[in-house]
């Protein structure tokens, strides 16, 4: 007697373990884009050179992320919707892939003064590459189980990470390979031609290997309107999809305050120690290479032990260790717990040594960065499986949708936190007060979600 053939959770059968993997690897493309253009690089490159002043340009671009995040949160569930009324999934990761990397190429002629130039390449490949992955995820519940969602999200976001540190790598090395032209800040502006390629190069194993879902027959203008007529009805049943809707609100909440956590923790390290940039460098890269580990196993929890339960577990550790994290301070441990001088040179034991070769003498610094590490670890896991939790929650039939809805609300509030953490530390005068807005996101996040069920939740019924 033979066993059946495993189901997706969209109900079909399920992906070859080579298109499951192609389908991760995708984000081994993308990830690099997000970390070297909008984190890292680019953005650096745009502040001080392009505009050429780090404030009007720090200023400028943040009116761009925020401009960008408007209209990926307002075309985020019109463009999910119309996913599910056409069916096919590939053709919009292939359209929005194609624009977004356009974009990125046309940043190697941001040249300093080129102000329009840069802001509209850089807005144009954010909403792009967003769009690409509205449809991107809406793929997972059709390709895998129930039982391996968890681990396929988990190594997708770990290959992110992943493709993000092999490009750092290769940028940092351009200028010792005689690749680039003797033209004024060639290996700033070649950051964006690099991921462009890399992107380009990297997403092809999806549309080779992974399948994609059935087309529906349709005509683009009934897709069209079968999708927007969908839309206001699922906005309208809300009321149905209660679970799911607090769920979203939760994770937009716990996910404001982590992504928080990258944008301002060298900023803190650096006010707080007086690290210098490399330095600040160094600790982020630690911590990416902790959250891409983390992200595999962490996915392999989720498998076991549910998406609910892992991010739980991961929001109370994260909130704990980062609590004590920032009660570090140059000369202080635990908020304000006076050490000698003799004892804070001396450092860890063990890890200590390591630590002071590459640039990190003190005992405080140690701690302060031991805690960020272990805090690091449940990064990852909290973000795989909150995309892994919607795939469980939601209707497979509607699975694009609520996709969109998910970058909505990922979208919806992502300048609350920050903006809390600005008044808050100018309301104080104090960098910690500031920092801990984060802490008070990630609990009530985790509060809500205590309110959420690990169920899927039918279609409502038609009428």
């Avoid at 056409?86 to 919009?92: F, N, S, V």
């Avoid at 999708?227 to 699922?234: D, F, G, N, Q, V």
């Avoid at 795939?391 to 979208?411: D, H, N, Q, V, W």
């Avoid at 009530?444 to 979600?449: D, T």
């Amino acid at each position: 007697m033979s066993l059946s053939a495993p189901k997706s959770l969209a109900g079909g059968a399920v992906a070859s373990r080579p298109g499951q993997l192609a389908w991760a690897f995708y984000e081994f493309a993308t990830g690099p884009y997000f970390i070297m253009i909008n984190i890292f690089v680019f953005a650096a490159y745009f502040a001080k050179n392009v505009v050429g002043d780090p404030v009007e340009g720090q200023a400028l671009w943040g009116y761009l992320q925020g401009g960008a995040g408007l209209a990926i949160a307002l075309a985020s569930p019109i463009l999910g919707a119309l996913s599910d009324a056409a069916g096919p999934r590939k053709p919009g990761i292939a359209l929005f892939t194609l624009l977004g990397t356009a974009a990125m190429a046309g940043l190697w002629l941001a040249e300093p003064g080129a102000i329009a130039l840069a802001a509209g390449c850089v807005v144009m490949a954010s909403v792009m590459m967003e769009f690409a992955g509205v449809y991107h995820q809406a793929l997972l519940p059709g390709i895998v189980s129930h039982r391996r969602v968890g681990g396929l999200s988990g190594l997708g976001y770990a290959l992110s990470f992943l493709g993000a540190m092999l490009t750092f790598a290769v940028w940092l090395a351009l200028p010792q390979s005689a690749l680039l032209p003797d033209v004024a800040f060639a290996h700033e502006r070649s950051v964006g031609l690099l991921v462009a390629a890399w992107c380009l190069t990297f997403a092809l194993p999806l549309f080779l290997l992974t399948p994609d879902m059935a087309s529906r027959g349709l005509a683009t203008t009934r897709v069209v309107q079968n999708s927007l007529r969908t839309l206001r009805k699922t906005l309208a049943k809300l009321p149905y999809f209660a679970n799911i809707a607090r769920y979203l609100i939760a994770r937009m909440i716990y996910y404001d305050g982590l992504n928080a956590v990258f944008i301002f923790i060298g900023i803190y390290a650096s006010g707080v120690f007086g690290w210098s940039t490399g330095q600040v460098g160094v600790y982020g890269l630690i911590i990416i290479i902790v959250a891409a580990v983390s992200a595999i196993f962490g996915g392999l929890a989720d498998d076991r032990f549910g998406s609910r339960t892992t991010i739980l577990v991961s929001l109370a550790a994260f909130t704990l260790l980062l609590t004590f994290a920032i009660s570090m301070s140059q000369d202080t441990l635990f908020f304000g717990m006076p050490i000698s001088p003799e004892a804070n040179a001396a450092g860890l034991p063990v890890i200590g040594p390591a630590l002071a070769a590459i640039g990190f003498p003190n005992l405080t610094e140690h701690m302060f960065i031991l805690f960020g590490v272990l805090s690091g670890i449940f990064v990852g896991p909290a973000q795989a499986s909150s995309r892994t939790m919607l795939a469980r929650i939601a209707p497979p039939s509607m699975i694009g949708e609520f996709f969109g809805l998910y970058t909505l609300t990922g979208k919806a509030t992502s300048f609350l936190a920050p903006t809390l953490i600005g008044v808050m530390t100018a309301a104080t005068g104090n960098q910690r007060a500031g920092f801990a807005v984060i802490l008070v996101f990630t609990t009530i996040g985790f509060a809500l979600l205590l309110t959420v069920r690990e169920e899927q939740t039918d279609a409502p019924p038609e009428g």
